[in-house]
């Protein structure tokens, strides 16, 4: 069962009651509101993910509530909770869905240590990956945006999970977020792009969700070999520029932008070390996007 | 303790690194990533900074500086003035500590 064969009302009843039990990759999130506008984004959003039993395990219980007393009325505020533990400072209610998105990017990335976890997007083709690691403003989501609609695969807009085991990056395909001009620049460059409504003035400025493309979402249990690392950097008057990167500056940024590096030790650094050593290293400054997206076709061909 | 630290300018001073066995390396090109387990922090060095290290860790004993400049590739163009700043930053990095010569 996936979340668009739940009619509305089933749907908020779940959210309502016992939460709903929505498989995102790897892992489940048990998820609870009593709120219209989660239930409106995760209709929206999550339509094609699976939905697990009722009964089944949960790595994540999470909520998003209202507080009590005035401030459900004047001016209203929205808390997310963690295992019944509220998480973090309340926002502003019409940003209860960006809150769901960030506070589960935040339970991945403070609970998943069975992974090395990187600030990065990651897409793939033919079963390779490309990792865009990069802080908040380098363009690294819209640049994962503009490529899942154009072939690309999404495996994270947010958080690379790199395993371990396999040293592949599992998938965790979920909304792509997009801030302030991207949002314009994406709904222009991907007609059919499915984007949620705009939230204004967060903590990131204007806000807005663009939902992972359903074939995505079907492959999420199909992990895939790192194979490039691609530093993205949004830079006006440029078109399309990729220059090479040392693997050892490489190291660094994904080191840098890992959120659990330190939490592994000796075993970090090797793995890390592998990944970086099968991978080609660049630095891409782009502003214009189909350029940016024959870069990235030009790279994958064999 | 005024004077516990010596002054690494000091052409008396010889240098030996932590342990072998508590540093991991990768090498790529010219640029190096080495982690040290003492402190588990790691850190990206170049050409002469790399090359600085693995000399010290694997010395049988300690090094003085101008040992450390004559033992590098001409070809790297380091100056013992360099080398004496890689040592100064290994120091403060806790990768190496100076010793009275």
Known sequence: ?302 | MAGAIPDPSSSALRWRSVPPDALAWRHWGEEWVVRNERNGNTHLLGPVAGRVLELLAHAPGPLATAELTAALDPTLGASAASVEDVLTEFRRLGIAEALPG
């Not at chain 1, 489940?28 to 939905?51: D, F, K, W």
């Not at chain 1, 592949?168 to 314009?184: D, G, H, M, Q, Y």
């Not at chain 1, 990167?245 to 080191?255: D, E, N, Q, T, W």
């Open chain 1, 1 to 302: 069962m996936i979340v668009a064969d739940l009619a509305r009302p089933v749907l908020a009843r779940r959210l309502r009651d016992e939460g709903l039990r929505v498989r995102t990759g790897p892992v489940v999130n048990r998820i609870q509101s009593r709120l219209p506008r989660v239930a409106q984004g995760i209709a929206l959003h999550y339509a094609e993910y699976p939905v697990e039993e009722a009964d089944g395990f949960a790595d994540f219980h999470v909520n998003i509530v209202t507080p009590r007393g005035v401030r459900r009325w004047a001016r209203p505020q929205v808390h997310f909770q963690f295992d019944g533990m509220r998480a973090f400072l309340p926002l502003p209610a019409d940003q209860a869905f960006a809150m769901l998105e960030w506070g589960l990017n935040w339970c991945v990335s403070a609970n998943c240590h069975q992974y090395l976890i990187v600030h990065a997007a990651a897409v793939e083709r033919s079963g390779l990956a490309a990792l865009l690691p990069g802080p908040p403003g380098s363009g690294k989501s819209t640049l994962c945006a503009a490529l899942v609609n154009r072939g690309w695969r999404l495996l994270s807009d947010e958080l690379a999970l790199l395993d371990f085991a396999s040293g592949f990056v599992v998938p965790l395909p979920r909304p792509v977020s997009l801030k302030n001009e991207s949002i314009a620049v994406i709904r222009r460059f991907a007609a059919d792009a499915v984007i949620g409504p705009i939230v204004q003035d967060t903590v990131k400025g204007s806000v807005a969700h663009m939902r992972a493309p359903p074939d995505s979402v079907q492959r999420a249990g199909q992990p895939a070999r790192a194979r490039w690392i691609v530093l993205p950097r949004y830079e006006s008057g440029v078109g399309a520029r990729l220059s090479p990167l040392g693997k050892a500056r490489a190291f660094m940024c994904l080191a840098d932008q890992a959120f659990n590096y330190d939490v592994h030790g000796r075993r970090g650094f090797e793995f890390l070390g592998d990944v970086v050593g099968g991978c080609d290293c660049f630095e891409f400054d782009y502003a214009d996007l189909d350029a940016a997206v024959g870069a990235f076709d030009r790279l994958s061909r064999p």
